[in-house]
């Protein structure tokens, strides 16, 4: 259903909608609506109950089509489950169904401008006045900024370092909320990219998901499933990448035959395959680390990440230079895949990040 979606409502309308920096928010909707606005979230609050391996496989469909609208959609599920996962039962009542339909859509607050794989010195502050908290920070490369119902906010309640850090429900119309412009981006370009302003912003008391000081908790919970969920839309996006170098590699000659006749691309070809099929084990064996609660799960999702995310972007890279001069043409679709999946080796934690997790679990002091 995914690919299908992907194929019939994404992939005609990605090329537009990366020139005219189009956020596809009534596609969004429609696939709310098929039940991919809460992939996990539990069905008696509007979810599809499914698993973080089916989540794989659908955002890895959904990004044959356009890599961005697929991340984008990623990170709504992210936000929303956090909500579902460290909410309070009415607070699931007031916000889950709608997101699960994406009828309203969530971003995801944790970088600042000083604080990006440093995520525990976040300076955004919370402080509480009566039933309520008052904001004031700036939050960076926030996706969907400005054009989101809700934003889960990681704010300091607390002591410096990652136990003095909460996590906030934050309304669009919350007063002493404002954004950015939209970022001028290599990629990415069908969803805005902004910062977030509080200056003064008053939240209810109520918007608090769980206890105060639990919120790198939260967020580090999140970014498990967000990290496998970014490697997929890796995955999905290099192998269109692959599939329009294998289709032109068969039409185009040279030397009097095709390029696939030539051992040489062949064998790149078949490395590329390999490539993408081995990163695919690895996210959908870290999905379902993570559905088993294994205690390795964090780490495996770190190496899926990087493994997937740096393929990934290879693979595609590859791809463009098998079409020589007409990979760097816009209408052919693959230079707006490289630039779509360059950042996937930055977000969700960079690359390097992910190899420190993972050498942590190794080396011990």
Wanted: glycine share 10%; with cysteine; aromatic share 8%.
């Amino acid at each position: 259903m995914a690919r299908s979606f992907a194929a019939e409502r994404i992939a005609p309308h990605a090329l537009a909608w990366d020139a005219e920096k189009h956020f596809p928010v009534e596609v969004l909707r429609e696939a709310g609506a098929l039940g991919m606005g809460g992939i996990t979230i539990r069905e008696e609050h509007g979810g599809s109950g499914l698993t973080r391996l089916d989540a794989a496989l659908i955002f890895e469909a959904l990004a044959t089509g356009c890599p961005t609208v697929s991340a984008f959609l990623s990170i709504h599920n992210m936000a929303t489950w956090m909500i579902d996962r460290f909410g309070s039962e009415p607070q699931r009542e007031r916000w889950l169904p709608d997101l699960c339909r994406a009828e309203r859509l969530a971003a995801y607050c944790l970088t600042e401008p000083g604080s990006g794989s440093d995520a525990a010195a976040l300076r955004t502050t919370a402080r509480r006045e009566g039933d309520a908290y008052v904001l004031d920070g700036t939050k960076q490369f926030i996706s969907g900024a400005g054009a989101v119902d809700l934003y889960v906010v990681m704010v300091r309640t607390g002591e410096p370092g990652p136990k003095g850090i909460s996590t906030l429900v934050v309304p669009a119309d919350a007063p002493g909320l404002s954004f950015g412009p939209n970022e001028r981006k290599m990629g990415w370009n069908a969803q805005p990219t902004r910062q977030v302003i509080f200056s003064g912003c008053r939240v209810p008391a109520a918007n608090r998901l769980g206890e105060e000081g639990i919120g790198f908790k939260i967020a580090m919970a999140g970014l498990d499933g967000g990290r496998i969920n970014i490697g997929a839309c890796s995955l999905g996006g290099a192998q269109s990448a692959l599939d329009k170098a294998l289709t032109y590699a068969r039409e185009r000659r040279a030397f009097g035959q095709r390029l696939d006749a030539f051992q040489a691309l062949q064998f790149r070809l078949a490395d590329m395959a390999t490539e993408l099929e081995a990163a695919r084990l690895m996210i959908y064996a870290a999905a379902a680390a993570l559905d088993r609660g294994d205690p390795d799960a964090t780490a495996r999702a770190a190496m899926a990440k990087r493994f997937a995310t740096d393929r990934g972007f290879q693979v595609a890279d590859a791809a463009l230079q098998l079409h020589g001069g007409y990979g760097y043409l816009s209408e052919y679709g693959i230079e707006k895949i490289v630039r779509d999946l360059r950042v996937h080796q930055i977000l969700e934690g960079t690359n390097e990040i992910m190899r420190l997790i993972v050498a942590r679990g190794l080396v011990r002091p």
